[in-house]
């Protein structure tokens, strides 16, 4: 990856310039750990850059270091106060070619918040063995907000995106999804599910077309008055659910 000049830096806070120069930024001491924990096993973020303060001048680490003044710093962070340490990454190194061999997959479909799917990535990358797919229209995984809130999962957790609804039943021998009135989720045939499809936060998934693929119905029983969950939560306790041992 060529390194970028300080200008095009600044501009990564965008969507589409970080899909022009093919990077995002990854703030502060843990996201940085995170990723030179991930590079010794994907070589290819190697490529990324980091741009430090006078204070982490002597940081470890075999990425590329350059030391930038304090206002470059500023104007490369998204939050009030700049940590002085930012790592400029390449998507190429976490997008693959080929579907991920991993056992199950997470399907999100047009979610919006940035800190929900920020969440969900820890939440996989805290158990394993689960890919996320992305539907046209989510919320892009390189935002900011997005890597903070993934506290370094961005960089373990295979994400595809842009992947049609439509496509899961050909990848997918058993589908499930979330509805007040499906099989509880202790049931064994939860177990069973390879692909789990959660929807967009106010609008769900299009009824129709979760019948077209056979999706399978599962609730989680409450007994409170609140008449939702939030879709990081429930994904939290349907993918440690699935995780549990019968």
């Not at 300080?6 to 940085?32: I, M, N, P, T, W």
């Not at 990358?125 to 903070?148: E, H």
């Not at 693929?213 to 994904?235: K, Q, T, Y």
């Amino acid at each position: 990856m060529s390194r970028l000049k300080s200008d095009e830096l600044k501009k990564l806070h965008q969507k589409k310039y970080r899909q022009q120069f093919g990077c995002f930024l990854a703030e502060g001491e843990h996201l940085v750990l995170e990723l030179q924990k991930a590079a010794e096993t994907n070589p290819a973020l190697l490529e990324s850059e980091l741009y430090v303060s006078d204070s982490y001048q002597d940081w470890p680490g075999p990425l590329h270091k350059t030391v930038v003044s304090d206002k470059l710093m500023m104007q490369m962070s998204d939050t009030k106060s700049p940590q002085g340490i930012i790592a400029s990454v390449p998507i190429a190194a976490l997008q693959h070619s080929e579907p991920a061999p991993v056992q199950r997959a997470v399907y999100l479909f047009e979610t919006q918040d940035p800190g929900n799917l920020g969440t969900i990535l820890r939440t996989l990358g805290w158990f394993g063995n689960f890919a996320c797919l992305l539907s046209p229209g989510c919320v892009d995984p390189y935002n900011a907000k997005v890597v903070r809130a993934s506290m370094g999962a961005i960089f373990h957790v295979p994400v595809e995106i842009d992947v049609p609804l439509s496509t899961l039943a050909s990848r997918y021998a058993a589908i499930g999804c979330l509805d007040m009135q499906g099989e509880k989720l202790t049931s064994g045939t939860f177990h069973q599910s390879d692909c789990l499809v959660f929807g967009n936060e106010a609008r769900g998934v299009p009824a129709e077309q979760l019948d077209a693929m056979n999706a399978r119905a599962f609730s989680i029983p409450g007994c409170g008055d609140v008449e939702s969950l939030n879709v990081a939560a429930v994904v939290n306790m349907c993918v440690y659910e699935i995780n549990r041992e019968n």
